[in-house]
C-alpha cells in the first residue's frame, strides 16, 4: 500500500499543478516531490503524470488514482476529527487569511479572544486584499467578499454584502456627478489590482439587469483601505464595501454616485478547502468569528440609520 504522505504528494502536485508549487506548499523541494511522485509510479507500476518542460497532467490511470486517493484523504480527515473531537479542546495549527481591512478591525481581536478560549490552536494569520489558493497555500479558513466557483471549497455564509460607488464632495464638484453608467468612461476611477491581474470590470444593476463596464484610472493599489483614502483625497470614484465606508458617507466626506444602478453585491463569508469532513479546530474558529463579523458589519451600516 502506498505512504499516506505519497499520497499527499501526489495530490497536492494534482492541486497545485507543479511539482514547485507543490513543494511550496509542503515545506519540500521539487526535487523531493519528484522523487516521491517516482517512488509512487514504481509501487503502482503505471504513470500518473505526462509531463513537458511546459505542462503537467494526468494520465488515465492517473485520474482514476486521484479520486480514490480525494476518498482515502477524505477517510482519513473523518478520522482524525472524530478523535480530536473526543478530546477535551481542539489543537493543532490553524492557518487563517483574510483582507487587510477586515483583518486588521475584526480578524485579529477576535483571534486574540480565540486563542483565550482554545489555548492549544496555534493560529498563523495571513492578510492580503489578494484572492490566495486555498489549496496551494495550505490554508484552513479564509475570510473573503467572494462567489464561490472552487467546488471542492466549502463556504460558510456570513452576510450579504452590499456595494457602492463613492467619490468625495470635492471631486464630484470639480469633474462632475455621472448621471449614466457610460460617464465613468470619463471619469478617474479608483482601482483594486493586482501584479498579473485582469483588465478591471465594474459590474452594476440596471433596470434588473447587470452591466460590465471596463473602467480605468491613473491610480490603482492592492489595499482596499488606500483606495479609500485616495477616495476621501479627491482622487476619484472608488466601489466599496457599504459598511466599509458607511462612516463616511454618515459624515458627508463621500457621497454616493449612480445610486439608481448600484454594484453587484457579494457574499462574505468562511472559506475552507473541507467539505463533510471539517476538523473541530476549523469549527470552532467559525463559530467564534462568524458572530463577531456580523456585529461589526451590523454596528458599521448602523451608522446610516
Known amino acids: 500500500m502506498a505512504a499516506l504522505e505519497h499520497i499527499n504528494v501526489f495530490i497536492r502536485s494534482v492541486e497545485s499543478g507543479s511539482f514547485s508549487a507543490a513543494g511550496r506548499s509542503l515545506g519540500m523541494s521539487p526535487a523531493v516531490v519528484s522523487h516521491r511522485i517516482k517512488s509512487l509510479e514504481q509501487h503502482l507500476g503505471c504513470r500518473l503524470f505526462h509531463r513537458t518542460t511546459r505542462q503537467m497532467r494526468l494520465t488515465e490511470q492517473g485520474s482514476v488514482f486521484h479520486e480514490r486517493c480525494l476518498e482515502i484523504r477524505e477517510a482519513v480527515e473523518r478520522a482524525e476529527s472524530s478523535v480530536a473531537d473526543m478530546g477535551a479542546s481542539p489543537r493543532g495549527s490553524l492557518k487563517v487569511t483574510a483582507p ?40 484552513d479558513v479564509a475570510l473573503r467578499m467572494a462567489v464561490l466557483e472552487d467546488s471542492s471549497l466549502t463556504l460558510r455564509k456570513v452576510v450579504e454584502v ?72 479627491g482622487l476619484g470614484i472608488a466601489l466599496k464595501p457599504v459598511f466599509e465606508v458607511a462612516r463616511q458617507l454618515a459624515s458627508g466626506e463621500l457621497e454616493p454616485v449612480l445610486e439608481a444602478m448600484p454594484p453587484m453585491p457579494v457574499t462574505l463569508g468562511l472559506l475552507y478547502p473541507y467539505q463533510r469532513a471539517v476538523p473541530g479546530k476549523v469549527r470552532a474558529f467559525a463559530d467564534m468569528v462568524i458572530p463577531v463579523v456580523r456585529q461589526f458589519v451590523a454596528a458599521e451600516l448602523a451608522l446610516l440609520d
Open 100 to 139: 487587510l481591512g477586515l483583518g486588521r478591525r475584526v480578524m485579529a481581536p477576535a483571534i486574540a479572544a480565540f486563542r483565550q478560549q482554545f489555548p492549544l490552536i496555534d493560529v498563523r494569520l495571513r492578510l492580503s486584499d489578494y484572492l490566495i489558493d486555498l489549496l496551494v497555500e495550505s490554508v
Open 162 to 233: 452590499d456595494r457602492v460607488l463613492v467619490a468625495s464632495p470635492a471631486y464630484l464638484t470639480r469633474r462632475g456627478r455621472p448621471k449614466a453608467a457610460e460617464d465613468l468612461f470619463e471619469h478617474e476611477c479608483l482601482l483594486l489590482r493586482f501584479p498579473g491581474s485582469q483588465p478591471v470590470r465594474w459590474t452594476l444593476i440596471d433596470g434588473g439587469s447587470r452591466r460590465q463596464l471596463p473602467v480605468s484610472g491613473a491610480v490603482d493599489a492592492d489595499d482596499g483601505d488606500v483606495l479609500t483614502q485616495w477616495a476621501l483625497a
